[in-house]
């Protein structure tokens, strides 16, 4: 799927408007939209990034990082997902990166979603659900959320064995096992547990546009 991923990168790169400060999510689909950018470098004045991870990657490219406190209001704003319905709402947070892709995400006119084909589902929730939460809320967290859904959330590890921290210094639960049939209601459920920093769902702010790699690409 790497080269639908690229398509759609490449594609992205018609939304980026000369001159402008450009948001930039995280993952391998916005890998191949950094490597694009880095070709017209010269022609945008920089890059705000959501994770240390796209920061590395826009200076590899000569790309300057900005302070979104500096930048104001966005033009656009380019990411990938984990997960696409037919409405362009997004799970999102594979790559832990989820609470600054929301802040960007926010701070954006337009929201450019960049997925392959894989990522499109009638209905959220196959991906299991990422939930950024302040590491002493973990277990009260999760107990919260198995008895307010139907899910089951799993505290991401990494390969030595502990938790995964974030960007942000959190932990991260994944919820299994959910069918997202009102997925702004559970956003705006999942919000309000105390402990919870950012859940993995853009519904309320779905993506505006949504490029599915192939040949040629399909916009959505
Ligand atoms: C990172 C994300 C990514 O956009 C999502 O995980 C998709 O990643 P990839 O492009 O590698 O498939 O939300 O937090």
Redesign the pocket.
Known sequence: MSEA?RQAAEKAIEYVKDGSVIGV???????YFIDALGRIGDRIKGAIS??EQSTRLLRERGIEVVDLNAAGPLALYV????ECDPQRRLI???????TR?KIIAEASTQFVC???AS?QVDVLGRFPL?VEVIPMARSLVAREIIAMTAGQPVWRQVDDGKGLVTDNGNYILDVHGLAITDPVALERTLNQIPGVVSV?LFARRPADVVIVGGQPPQVI
């Open positions: 991923k999510g995280t993952g391998s689909t916005v890998a959501s994770s990411d990938g997902a984990d999102k947070g594979g790559g832990a990166a989820l892709e960049i997925i392959d990522k990422p993995g």
